[in-house]
């Protein structure tokens, strides 16, 4: 029934004139049961409590974001390094990297040097994260993924 009332079965109107008496709603929980299963209670407050719990689920789940980093075939040591740093930095705020180098024009008869340099910033970002996804290639993208280490 409620809070403060015993559990027992009554008929329709003496459980809608009790909630009308208490400044309550009557809720139906179990509609299929014999008799129905009815409830008293403040609904607007049960729906601000729902409302209420969901927004500190969402809060405190863990949201993912990947931030996405771009090479060439044939990127300079020192432009290799400063991206190296920036994934670093990026895995130790706990997000998600994805690399891809990106071939422009005949530039795709050079894969395995495109491999090689998403092998080569891996090692370099594994003390940081780990390898989610061997390097594959999408079109005109050979891709990773790394994920910070926990």
Do not use: W
């Amino acid at each position: 029934m409620g809070e403060d009332v015993e559990t027992r079965i009554v008929p329709i109107k003496e459980a809608m004139l009790l909630a009308t008496k208490m400044e309550v709603d009557l809720v139906e929980i179990s509609p299929m049961a014999n008799p129905p299963v009815c409830k008293l209670m403040n609904y607007q407050k049960f729906l601000y409590e729902q409302k209420k719990k969901q927004k500190e689920i969402k809060a405190k789940s863990v949201k993912i974001v990947v931030k996405e980093i771009r090479l060439g075939p044939n990127t300079d040591e020192h432009d290799f390094r400063f991206k190296v740093k920036h994934a670093i930095d990026f895995l130790q705020d706990g997000n998600k990297v994805k690399v891809d180098v990106f071939f422009r024009g005949r530039s795709i008869v050079y894969k395995d040097q495109g491999e090689e340099m998403l092998k080569n910033f891996a090692e370099a970002c594994a003390d940081y994260g780990k390898l989610d996804q061997e390097p594959r290639l999408e079109g005109k993208r050979m891709i990773i993924i790394l994920s910070p280490k926990k």
